[in-house]
Structures are given as structure tokens and as C-alpha cells.
């Protein structure tokens, strides 16, 4: 019996121990603690205050775009400032019969004596009734020139005085003197005949300069020989006669002789060559 239960007894502390070591096991433990981790409730982050709700900002009102500037327009602003030598010469008209040639001269600060040429003042007796203006690009800036003329007898209009727009004002750039008519022809050339006197006769054809420099008088840089010019007028026929002599000139202002048929032919070549221009539209100074 002693020997039984010491058996008996052997066996149920062995049992004990094998069990007590398989509750214990590491892989038991393990996988214990990988199942308290998983059931386990993550930590709660601490709650972020809610920010203040923005409004929305209108977007800020778009700048009102600047003016563009007024394009410059050349031809207009010429024919503005070119309309006070029309308003003198206007003004001229009342005066002319009421002051001397020299007066008239010098109370009108866009007309002298030069501009005034007996022919003028002898056409003019009927209140300046012939006396026209036009407005035509002559030297090819697209800048309009001032021309003022007279209509002769044969309803024909001959200009005596032009006028440019030079550095913002009116500048005279040519002129006719009391002895010639000058014809403004197609292609802006400008046809001239005169004379100094009964034995002195001058023909000239002429361009005005695209930059204006100086008074244009053809018969002044004639009488000169065309030599040293420094006015507007590039001449580019040229017929004379001096002293009853009739002569041809050439571009270097060398001379020679010809006769009077010649000299009637040379010239009425040159009225062909240079017709007159009839697109331009003359206005009564006076209406």
C-alpha cells in the first residue's frame, strides 16, 4: 500500500508540473500579449479646438485699366495750327483796304510784304473774293503744307505762299514774288515763272524739302546761280534768260545758250512733264 500511494502520488506531481509548465510556456505568453495588444483600444489623440470658421473674402475689385493715350495725328494737328496764318490772312482781307501795304505787313504777324505781292493786292479788290487756300502734302511726310493762292483770270489758281508745319508752329517754307505765278503740280513739284525785269526771265521747276530749313525763293537763288542754296527749294529744271539772252541750266548751275525757240520748246516740255494738280481742293478764304 505504501509503495502504491507513493506511486499514485509521483504521478500527480508530474501531472501538476507538466501542466503549471504549458500554462507558462513562453509561446503561450506570447501569444497572449500579441492578443491583449491587438484587443486593446489605440490611445485617443487629444481633441484639436475646431478653428474659428473664416469668412470668405470678396475678391479684391479689379483696378480700372488706364486710359490709352490719344494717338498723335500729325495731319490734323498741323491743319489745326496752320488754321491761325488762314484766320490772319482772313483778317488781312478787312484791313486791305482800309491800311497801307507796309501796315498790312506788319499787323499781321503770318504775312509780310513778301507774301503780299502787288498782283495779290490788285486781285484782291473785291474783298479777297479770289483768295483760296488748300492743304496738300508737298515734301512726302504725310504732313499736309498751308498753300494760299489766287485764282487769275482765266480761273486758273496760282499759289504765292506756303506754309509748313515745322516744331510744333507754322513756318513759312516758300514763297512767289510780285513778278511770277507758281503752280503747284502733280507729284508735289512746284512750277515757277518770273522775271526780275523785262530782260531777266526765269523758269523753274522745284521740290520742297522733306526737313525744312529756310524760305524757298526761286528767283533770289536764280539770280544767285542756284549756288550756296540753303532754303527748301530743290530745283531740278531750270530755263533763263539774261539780258535777252536765253539759256539752259544744268544741275551744277552751269549755263548754256540757246535760242528763243528753244527756249519756248524747253518750257512747254516742262508743262507737260509737270501738268498741274487738279486733286487739289481749294477752299474760298472768304466765303
Not at 3 to 11: E, G, M, N, P, R
Not at 133 to 153: R, T
Request: aromatic share 10%; net charge negative.
Amino acid at each position: 500500500m505504501i509503495a502504491v500511494s507513493a506511486v499514485v502520488f509521483a504521478l500527480i506531481a508530474a501531472g501538476a508540473a507538466f501542466f503549471a509548465l504549458s500554462i507558462n510556456s513562453p509561446a503561450k505568453l506570447a501569444d497572449e500579449q500579441t492578443s491583449t495588444e491587438q484587443e486593446a483600444p489605440a490611445p485617443q489623440q487629444p481633441q484639436q479646438p475646431l478653428a474659428a470658421a473664416v469668412p470668405e473674402q470678396e475678391p479684391a475689385p479689379e483696378a480700372a485699366p488706364e486710359p490709352e493715350p490719344t494717338p498723335v495725328n500729325p495731319a490734323a494737328e498741323a491743319q489745326t495750327a496752320l488754321q491761325a496764318v488762314i484766320d490772319d490772312y482772313r483778317s488781312l482781307a478787312d484791313d486791305s483796304a482800309k491800311l497801307s501795304k507796309d501796315d498790312l505787313a506788319s499787323r499781321h504777324p503770318y504775312v509780310n510784304s513778301m507774301a503780299i505781292p502787288n498782283y495779290l493786292m490788285d486781285w484782291a479788290n473785291n474783298g479777297f473774293s479770289n483768295v483760296c487756300y488748300a492743304f496738300s502734302d508737298l515734301n512726302g511726310d504725310n504732313v499736309p503744307e498751308l498753300i494760299i493762292g489766287c485764282k487769275d483770270a482765266q480761273a486758273n489758281t496760282q499759289a504765292f505762299d506756303i506754309w509748313s508745319y515745322v516744331n510744333n508752329a507754322p513756318v513759312r517754307v516758300a514763297y512767289s514774288w510780285e513778278r511770277s505765278i507758281m503752280r503747284v503740280c502733280a507729284g508735289g513739284y512746284l512750277y515757277e515763272r518770273g522775271g526780275g525785269g523785262f530782260q531777266d526771265w526765269m523758269i523753274t521747276v522745284s521740290t520742297l524739302s522733306a526737313y525744312p530749313t529756310g524760305i524757298g525763293d526761286a528767283w533770289t537763288d536764280y539770280a544767285n546761280g542756284f549756288n550756296g542754296r540753303t532754303d527748301n527749294l530743290n530745283v531740278v529744271e531750270k530755263l533763263g534768260m539774261e539780258s535777252g539772252a536765253y539759256v539752259k541750266i544744268d544741275a551744277q548751275g552751269n549755263k548754256t545758250a540757246i535760242t528763243a525757240e528753244q527756249f519756248q520748246t524747253e518750257n512747254q516740255a516742262i508743262e507737260q512733264q509737270y501738268p498741274a494738280d487738279s486733286s487739289i481742293e481749294w477752299i474760298p478764304l472768304i466765303s
